[in-house]
């Protein structure tokens, strides 16, 4: 009997000790979950500045339109990618659509349905994501005594002037799922 009781009690302290484990990970790592990217503690550059950075370091920009959002099947326990329907290439190659990976920890912006977008793609291996640190400025807001700034125009101005046309007015300066 006291030998079944040992093995219980051995087997209730791993299953504690791994519940712990796991409960205290969640804790200290929950608020980094949605890619939050850090504040720098230098002053940042200019959003010309980090829009020409960012230019160079996408390997696609394109205009288009979402004709599909995001989503996950359920069903199949897979990821649906964004269609992207492309209207016009300034960089990258030339291709009809893009398939834009599931907005994976948050660091990949969501789309709606029909959303014009002007984008700055990456490529990692076979899948494209419009990842937030080449779409969008950083710090994207600040506060300069009583005002509050948003860089996103500025930015989204600085890649019109890079490749050389400005949006249609029904294109987004900030994606949705931002």
Known sequence: MAKYEQIKFN??????????????SICF??????????MPDHKAPAPEIQ???AFIRADAVVDGMIIRPSGYNMKERSPIPAILKVSKTYKGPQVTYFA????????EIGFRKTEKVRLLLKRDGDS??????LNLPEPRIDFRGDALIDYSLL??????RLVGRPR???TAIVPYGV
């Open 11 to 24: 087997r209730f302290n791993r299953f504690f000790v791994t519940v712990l484990a796991m409960a205290l």
């Open 29 to 38: 790592t929950g608020f980094a979950v949605a890619c939050s990217r850090p």
């Open 51 to 53: 829009a020409k950075q």
């Open 100 to 107: 834009l990976r599931i907005p994976g920890g948050g660091c």
């Open 128 to 133: 494209w994501a419009a990842p937030e640190f």
């Open 155 to 160: 930015f989204a101005r600085a890649i019109d």
């Open 168 to 170: 249609s007015r029904d």
